[in-house]
């Protein structure tokens, strides 16, 4: 544990008059973020004092304790449980989140009502996700991992039936910034692109040569591929049930690197069992997995741990994307407000 302290050769002009600067604290931060903050909150020093713990917590009176005397928090991967919330309402004025989807981390109706602003990064990591998503489906389509591990271990790798992607099609849920990089990718592959989203946009979709359906249950009926794309909130949470993954032809593939609370509990895991479809998944419902965890044992999922954020280049731009959010909320226009 360590702290990022003000540079002794850089003061501001508020320090100079006397005046007291807001105390800002990243109270847990997951490893791979740890350079990248270091970096770029150090930056802050002419609004802001900064705390910075370098480990990764879960227990929230250990949290409560590190966010004392803070007026803002940043928070990357630590679940702020309702009560721990509640109690640190009326200190800490702000919440600055180390990526898009907070849901999964903080009660955001509860927020709004306490009076917690809540912020969080946008599109620093669109193309790294994408990727990866498009990666899973070449793990699964041309099992590039297992070959490699077959001629490891001295075997000859000698099994048919792999999966041109071209020509076949690939449906997405969702088409922000990720699902348009994806859609981007797919169509360079020769797939098919097909759309479903609330509000499709038609230059968008013409752009990608994509094709927009006009339900969830058409997306998952008429694909080959299904890759989700869709932000975690009260409308999409659970949204995707046995309803929808029945749908799902034999041998088509889903891939999941949104959030796995899209889906309702259990449904995946029932639907795999039956065999005759294949996922890629970087997200779950209890991170980290559990080594007994039932997903674990299906050998039609390729499973990654909730890393298709953590290239280098997204990990920098959350960062970056953090401290311009704090500096502009110190500047009183706060940006990516999400409640």
Same mark, same amino acid.
């Given at each position: 544990?360590?702290?990022?302290?003000?540079?002794?050769?850089?003061?501001?002009?508020?320090?100079?008059?006397?005046? +007291?600067?807001?105390?800002?604290?990243?109270?847990?931060?997951?490893?791979? #973020?740890?350079?990248?903050?270091?970096?770029? #909150?150090?930056? #802050? $020093?002419?609004?802001?004092?900064?705390?910075?713990?370098?480990?990764?917590?879960?227990?929230?009176?250990?949290? /409560?304790?590190?966010?004392?005397?803070?007026?803002? +928090? *940043?928070?990357?991967?630590? $679940?702020?449980?309702?009560?721990?919330?509640?109690?640190?309402?009326? &200190?800490?004025?702000?919440?600055?989140?180390?990526?898009?989807?907070?849901?999964?981390?903080?009660?955001?109706? /509860?927020?709004?009502?306490?009076? *917690?602003?809540?912020?969080?990064?946008?599109?620093?990591? %669109?193309?790294?996700?994408?990727?990866?998503?498009?990666?899973?489906?070449?793990?699964?389509?041309?099992?590039?991992?297992?070959?490699?591990?077959?001629?490891?271990?001295?075997?000859?790798?000698?099994?048919?039936?792999?999966?041109?992607?071209?020509?076949?099609?690939?449906?997405?849920?969702?088409?922000?910034? !990720?699902?348009?990089?994806?859609?981007?990718?797919?169509?360079?592959?020769?797939?098919?692109?097909?759309?479903?989203?609330? $509000? @499709?946009?038609?230059?968008?979709?013409?752009?990608?040569?994509?094709? =927009?359906?006009?339900?969830?249950?058409?997306?998952?009926?008429? =694909?080959?591929?299904?890759? /989700?794309?869709?932000?975690?909130?009260?409308?999409?949470?659970?949204?995707?049930?046995? &309803?929808?993954?029945?749908?799902?032809?034999?041998? =088509?593939?889903?891939?999941?690197?949104?959030?796995?609370?899209?889906?309702?509990?259990?449904?995946?895991?029932? &639907?795999? =069992?039956?065999? %005759?479809?294949?996922?890629?998944?970087?997200?779950?419902? $209890?991170?980290?997995? +559990?080594?007994?965890?039932?997903?674990?044992?299906?050998?039609? !999922? !390729?499973?990654? @741990?909730?890393?298709?954020?953590?290239?280098?280049?997204? /990990?920098?731009? *959350?960062?970056?994307?953090?401290?311009?959010?704090?500096?502009?909320?110190?500047?009183?226009?706060?940006?990516? *407000?999400? +409640?």
């Amino acid at each position: 544990m360590s702290f990022i302290d003000l540079p002794a050769d850089v003061v501001s002009d508020a320090a100079r008059s006397g005046a +007291a600067l807001p105390q800002v604290t990243l109270p847990s931060c997951v490893p791979a #973020l740890v350079p990248a903050y270091r970096k770029r #909150l150090t930056t #802050l $020093h002419d609004v802001c004092r900064v705390r910075m713990y370098d480990d990764s917590i879960t227990d929230g009176k250990e949290f /409560l304790r590190r966010v004392e005397g803070a007026d803002l +928090a *940043v928070i990357a991967g630590f $679940h702020i449980a309702d009560d721990v919330l509640r109690r640190m309402a009326g &200190r800490v004025r702000c919440l600055v989140f180390s990526g898009t989807g907070i849901a999964s981390f903080v009660n955001v109706p /509860l927020a709004r009502e306490l009076g *917690v602003t809540l912020c969080n990064a946008e599109h620093y990591g %669109d193309a790294s996700v994408a990727e990866h998503a498009v990666a899973l489906l070449f793990e699964i389509a041309r099992r590039v991992g297992r070959q490699n591990a077959s001629l490891h271990a001295g075997d000859w790798f000698d099994e048919g039936g792999m999966l041109q992607l071209e020509g076949l099609t690939i449906g997405l849920a969702g088409f922000g910034g !990720v699902g348009q990089a994806v859609a981007r990718i797919a169509d360079g592959l020769g797939m098919r692109v097909k759309v479903w989203c609330r $509000h @499709p946009d038609p230059a968008l979709l013409a752009r990608y040569r994509a094709e =927009s359906v006009p339900t969830l249950a058409d997306l998952f009926a008429s =694909s080959d591929v299904v890759s /989700l794309h869709l932000a975690l909130n009260e409308a999409t949470r659970g949204m995707i049930g046995p &309803r929808e993954l029945d749908l799902l032809r034999p041998g =088509s593939i889903l891939i999941n690197t949104a959030r796995a609370e899209l889906i309702a509990p259990g449904a995946l895991v029932e &639907r795999l =069992s039956c065999g %005759d479809v294949q996922a890629g998944v970087d997200v779950y419902d $209890h991170e980290p997995l +559990a080594p007994d965890d039932p997903i674990l044992a299906l050998g039609n !999922v !390729v499973a990654t @741990p909730h890393t298709a954020w953590k290239t280098a280049r997204a /990990l920098d731009n *959350v960062a970056a994307q953090n401290a311009e959010t704090i500096r502009a909320f110190y500047a009183g226009a706060p940006e990516h *407000v999400v +409640a």
